[in-house]
């Protein structure tokens, strides 16, 4: 109920319909706000001057011009109407729902009529809030729109099933709690709306005030509203015009407007009409089941997005924390073989320095006692030592020859650390999109954590990469003899583990997996190197390594 109150409150004061009237284009209107909203053209422009200039533009043309002029599609709503060269350049108003409406041009003369018989000035014109199509009122102004009593009732209908408390009819914003029911206006009022809109003087005294609850009880008692013919104001409608689709009363019958015209018993009318609508709302309420289900499958597509989102966030940061270890893991590789080329250097040059330090320590000795030798005054004694401290100094010249002073190691290391391929793959690292004329499966990733050897059997699972989008239809799983042979074929088939039995025992195999699908083969994963057991063992699970 509460998703049909937009279809019960009038375009232009955006509060529940109070008399609507149906326009030629089957949309409604408060009687009062059609007053509103009517313009007065220019006589000038009116069709019977028109017609009496002989003209050839038709009625409705004029309407298809005045529309032109009277709306704007740079607007939402309602321009001023600079089509008519007198027109008034009276501002426009915003209704509470946000159609633009004007006033009427010149107050209307005080009368005492109800504003359903209050005269409309002449050359009128209306335009529909809601499809903005133009329409220039006839002689009878706007009695000549029937009145729509079914929307009535449905309002009626519909406030009385709204909460126990009845709330007043005119407050602007929050509805207060309604204090009294005019039985005349038929509105419920709050005391200050009451005395702001309904004073107890003038007409207006004779008016009989109710209490709510009273109120509602008498209209809902009170005798239903019969649909009055809108030419002759006093019959009602009694059957139904087919040409023109409109009830119509015998007097119009009787003075021949409708002679010529199919008419029918309105009440076989009535029955067909509403088999009509409950058949087209059957079609209807089909397309708003599909629109459910519909907006269920969006929800659904919205959580499932969110959890793949999840999934595939987690993939993208397991995969480039992969590159990162790897990284690391090659780092310490390169820092070792640094550590062991310092080391290799230091070691060299120390044990020259030692060797150096030995020879020099030497050398200083020899030199040291050869001037002690040199001092002695004794001829017999020196010449008895001297070829032998001759030969041993140049003996130890000798030993400091070519090379010797030289250092065997240089201080710069000849290692250098070519990086650029691997920082132009790290810039194009991007994610695969799978072209649709070659969806070729994406290799398979063998998982060594579940794969194992058990005596002469092994076993191997394999998985599709995480942010693979072509799946695979199978799976070839080879292996070579143990002995470094060709490979073969053991499994082809859907699941993604397989046991190898009947392997030969101490032995080394290489495995490897492809996948497959209708438009080819992916590559070969890496190379899983396999050892079975040396003999039947119970528990026993040989080491699995990685190879190429």
């Known amino acids: 109920m509460e998703e049909m109150e937009e279809e019960l409150k009038c375009p232009v004061c955006g509060s529940f319909y109070r008399e609507p009237i149906i326009l030629p284009c089957s949309h409604n209107l408060c009687q009062a706000c059609a007053r509103n909203i009517l313009v007065q053209t220019p006589e000038s422009e009116s069709p019977q001057s028109r017609r009496a200039s002989g003209s050839g533009v038709s009625d409705y043309d004029y309407l298809d011009l005045d529309k032109m002029s009277l709306y704007s599609e740079a607007d939402s709503g309602y321009g001023s109407y600079g089509g008519f060269a007198s027109a008034p350049t009276t501002p426009c108003q915003k209704s509470p729902n946000g159609v633009r409406v004007f006033p009427?041009?010149?107050?209307?003369?005080?009368?005492?009529?109800?504003?359903?018989?209050?005269?409309?000035?002449?050359?009128?014109?209306?335009?529909?809030?809601?499809?903005?199509?133009?329409?220039?009122?006839?002689d009878r102004g706007l009695r000549g729109f029937p009145k729509n009593r079914v929307l009535e009732g449905v309002i009626d209908r519909y406030q009385q099933s709204k909460a126990a408390a009845l709330k007043c009819q005119l407050c602007e914003k929050v509805p207060k709690e309604a204090t009294v029911m005019c039985e005349q206006c038929?509105?419920?009022?709050?005391?200050?709306?009451?005395?702001?809109?309904?004073?107890?003087?003038?007409?207006?005294?004779?008016?009989?005030?109710?209490?709510?609850a009273q109120g509602r009880v008498s209209r809902r008692l009170s005798p239903r509203k019969v649909s009055t013919c809108t030419d002759h104001e006093l019959e009602n409608h009694s059957m139904y015009c087919v040409q023109c689709k409109m009830p119509v009363c015998y007097q119009c019958l009787e003075e021949g407007k409708h002679s010529s015209h199919e008419v029918k018993a309105l009440g076989a009318m009535w029955k067909l009409h509403k088999s009509q609508l409950s058949q087209?709302?059957?079609?209807?309420?089909?397309?708003?089941?599909?629109?459910?289900?519909?907006?269920?499958?969006?929800?659904?597509?919205?959580?499932?997005?969110?959890?793949?989102?999840?999934?595939?966030?987690?993939?993208?940061?397991?995969?480039?924390?992969?590159?990162?270890?790897?990284?690391?893991r090659r780092k310490a590789q390169l820092l070792a073989r640094v550590n062991k080329e310092h080391e290799h250097k230091l070691k060299v040059v120390r044990d020259q320095i030692s060797h150096c330090t030995v020879k020099l320590r030497q050398t200083t000795g020899l030199m040291e006692y050869c001037l002690e030798v040199i001092k002695e005054n004794d001829p017999s004694g020196f010449l008895q030592i001297s070829d032998a401290l001759i030969r041993r100094v140049h003996l130890t010249e000798d030993q400091w020859g070519k090379g010797t002073l030289t250092p065997r190691m240089t201080?710069?290391?000849?290692?250098?650390?070519?990086?650029?391929?691997?920082?132009?793959?790290?810039?194009?690292?991007?994610?695969?999109?799978?072209?649709?004329?070659?969806?070729?499966?994406?290799?398979?990733?063998?998982?060594?954590?579940?794969?194992?050897?058990?005596?002469?059997?092994?076993?191997?699972?394999?998985?599709?990469?995480?942010?693979?989008?072509?799946?695979?239809?199978?799976?070839?799983?080879?292996?070579?003899?143990?002995?470094?042979?060709q490979f073969r074929e053991v499994y082809v088939g859907k699941e993604?583990?397989?046991?190898?039995?009947?392997?030969?025992?101490?032995?080394?195999?290489?495995?490897?997996?492809?996948?497959?699908?209708?438009?080819?083969?992916?590559p070969y994963s890496k190379t899983l190197v396999l050892q079975t057991s040396e003999a039947i063992t119970t528990h026993e699970i040989e080491p699995i390594r990685e190879g190429c």
């Open 411 to 485: 201080t710069d290391f000849d290692l250098s650390l070519d990086n650029s391929p691997l920082l132009q793959s790290i810039h194009q690292l991007d994610f695969v999109q799978v072209k649709a004329s070659s969806p070729v499966p994406a290799t398979p990733i063998l998982q060594l954590e579940e794969c194992c050897t058990h005596n002469n059997s092994a076993t191997l699972s394999w998985k599709q990469p995480p942010l693979s989008t072509v799946p695979a239809e199978g799976y070839i799983l080879e292996l070579d003899d143990g002995s470094g042979g």
């Open 186 to 212: 038929d509105v419920f009022y709050c005391d200050p709306c009451r005395l702001r809109c309904h004073p107890p003087r003038g007409p207006l005294a004779k008016h009989r005030l109710v209490p709510p």
């Open 280 to 328: 087209a709302l059957n079609g209807l309420s089909d397309r708003a089941k599909e629109a459910k289900e519909f907006l269920v499958q969006l929800r659904n597509m919205v959580q499932q997005i969110q959890e793949n989102s999840v999934e595939f966030e987690a993939c993208l940061v397991a995969q480039c924390d992969a590159l990162i270890d790897a990284l690391n």
């Open 496 to 522: 993604t583990m397989c046991t190898v039995d009947g392997l030969h025992f101490n032995s080394t195999y290489n495995a490897r997996v492809k996948a497959f699908n209708k438009t080819g083969v992916s």
């Open 104 to 138: 009427p041009a010149m107050p209307p003369p005080p009368t005492h009529l109800s504003p359903a018989l209050a005269p409309v000035p002449r050359n009128s014109c209306i335009t529909c809030p809601q499809c903005h199509r133009s329409l220039i009122l006839d």
